[in-house]
């Protein structure tokens, strides 16, 4: 004898979880929808010299204030299930922004939010901060951010930056290619000490170092050509 | 090729290494923030491949347990006691692996690794099921499985599902090995089935199960699954298994009506429709 119960228990969970997955993924597309007018305008920045910079940053970080909001309202929903269990429907959309975040910080942008850190990025400390989020929980079980997320951030970021090498001398600009060759290679070194294993972190993690060849075969022509203001390479 | 040189022009002899070294010096910070992250990821990917360890061996255990159980012969009665021995330890040192997996699946974790122990419970859920059916002819509920388990060890709708879904591949196997293997059932178990059964020569312990298995195809197929829904690819491939077995049993009890007279002893059911058996 089988029970049909069974099977229409098994319907109403399902319902259930679809439930909730449509109210987080509604939130989701809003988010995606707002990362892309923020990245939108950040991507200004390979065409924007550095001294006129600041009305983008300006923008960007209005662009990444709306965005926390959408956090600040997925966190309430996603606080109430289990962090895990739908965690893969928001996880690329902030890791875009956390990207975003730290490029417009690089860049110059959210000053106030940066910690009292010598490191010239955002620590996962300070992007919790900002974004009213709590980092790498380990035991409570509540919307966070994830090492992993951060990290993949980092090397959005670095991609990004790599590609802003090249334009700057494109917009006559030689010294912020310096800047970025010392930044690139210090997150290089950082991701090097990780003992990755095969996931995504460690297929994501390999392009870092194209990157960082780009931006040194950048760093190679300018000095090769003697193009390098003098000084250039302390700021 | 040329010399690499520093910006004044100085030929500049650079070993990665070196850069590396230097940047240690010059920004201590980013890599012991760096170090701290290692640490953590080193704890996660440790974590997880214990459990996916415990949970190959739940697995490898709870296949020994349907082997044996499709030894049984009869339905609806307790298992025969050297099978159920023989089972019951292996139940206990099941029992064993996941009270070995619950303080990695604590709180927050018990999702985190879900996808890691998910393999193990399914062919668990297949074991019990199984065992539970072949006792009482009835499906195991969810609320019975996760009693089966310690209590922090989250057993999910999904795998309970596809558990299931498993299950009727045993049946299928079960019922197809008791139809060759002669009357010695049926005889047993006509008594309390009705008249009409008793008149088909389809043993009546296979003829409930293929009414059973209609059934559950029926349950399963009535299941609304939203597309993008994570179950949904598991179980588009899992459903097509089933129907499989479903029909085979089908075909198997026809044979036995068509041809049952004629039938000589030691003779199997013409399977010869040749499809997938679920591998798992």
């Given at each position: 004898m089988i029970d049909q119960r069974i099977f229409e228990n098994l319907q109403a969970k399902i319902d259930e979880e679809s439930t909730v997955r449509d109210e987080l993924n509604e939130i989701v597309r809003t988010l995606a929808r707002r990362g892309r007018s923020t990245q939108a305008i950040l991507s200004r920045a390979h065409s924007t010299p550095a001294d006129q910079l600041k009305p983008v940053l300006d923008d960007v970080t209005k662009e990444i204030l709306a965005q926390k909001e959408e956090i600040a309202r997925l966190k309430a929903v996603a606080d109430?299930?289990?962090f895990y269990k739908y965690n893969g429907l928001w996880t690329r959309e902030l890791q875009n922004l956390v990207a975003s975040i730290e490029l417009c910080a690089w860049l110059?942008?959210?000053?106030?939010?940066?910690?009292?850190?010598?490191?010239?990025f955002m620590t996962i400390d300070d992007v919790g901060k900002f974004l009213d989020i709590p980092v790498?929980?380990?035991?409570?079980?509540a919307f966070h951010l994830t090492i992993e997320d951060y990290l993949l951030a980092l090397i959005a970021m670095v991609e990004e930056l790599a590609r802003l090498a090249v334009n700057s001398v494109t917009l006559g600009d030689y010294t912020r290619p310096m800047q970025i060759g010392i930044f690139v290679k210090e997150v290089f070194a950082g991701f090097q000490l990780l003992n990755l294993k095969n996931d995504i972190l460690r297929k994501r993690s390999d392009g870092i170092k194209y990157s960082v060849k780009k931006v040194e075969d950048v760093v190679y022509d300018l000095s090769l050509r003697n193009l390098i203001p003098k000084g250039g390479s302390s700021a | 090729m040329g010399t690499k040189r520093d910006w004044e022009g100085q030929p500049l002899e650079l070993h990665p290494k070196d850069t590396i070294m230097a940047e240690a010096e010059s920004a201590p910070s980013i890599l012991s923030i760096f170090e701290n992250f290692r640490d953590e990821l080193d704890e996660h990917h440790d974590r997880r491949e214990r459990i996916i360890k415990k949970s190959r061996d739940i697995t490898a255990l709870s296949k020994k347990i349907i082997f044996a159980l499709q030894?049984?012969?009869?339905?609806?009665?307790?298992?025969?006691p050297k099978i159920a021995q023989e089972n019951q330890t292996r139940f206990d040192q099941i029992q064993a692996l996941f009270e070995a997996v619950v303080p990695e699946q604590l709180g927050i974790n018990g999702w985190r690794y879900q996808r890691q122990i998910s393999p193990g419970i399914q062919e668990f859920i297949e074991a019990i099921s199984f065992d539970h059916y072949l006792r009482t002819e009835t499906l195991i509920t969810h609320a019975e499985c996760s009693a089966r388990?310690?209590?922090?060890?989250l057993i999910s709708e999904e795998d309970y599902l596809l558990g299931l879904f498993d299950l009727t591949g045993e049946m299928m196997r079960f019922a197809v090995l008791s139809l060759s293997s002669g009357n010695t059932t049926a005889t047993q178990v006509?008594?309390?089935?009705t008249n009409e059964s008793e008149k088909s020569p389809v043993a009546a312990s296979q003829g409930g199960i293929v009414v059973d298995l209609r059934a559950m195809r029926a349950g399963f197929e009535a299941l609304s699954v939203p597309q993008?829904?994570?179950?949904f690819r598991d179980m588009a491939k899992k459903l097509d298994v089933m129907q499989n077995s479903v029909e085979k049993v089908e075909r198997a009890a026809y044979g036995i009506v068509v041809r049952g007279s004629e039938r000589p002893s030691g003779w199997t059911p013409d399977l010869s429709g040749a499809m997938e058996v679920a591998s798992y």
């Open positions: 109430q299930h289990p110059g942008g959210l000053q106030e939010h940066k910690g009292p850190s010598s490191t010239s790498n929980l380990k035991e409570q079980d | 030894r049984v012969r009869a339905t609806n009665q307790p298992i025969p388990v310690p209590p922090q060890i006509t008594k309390n089935t993008r829904h994570y179950m």
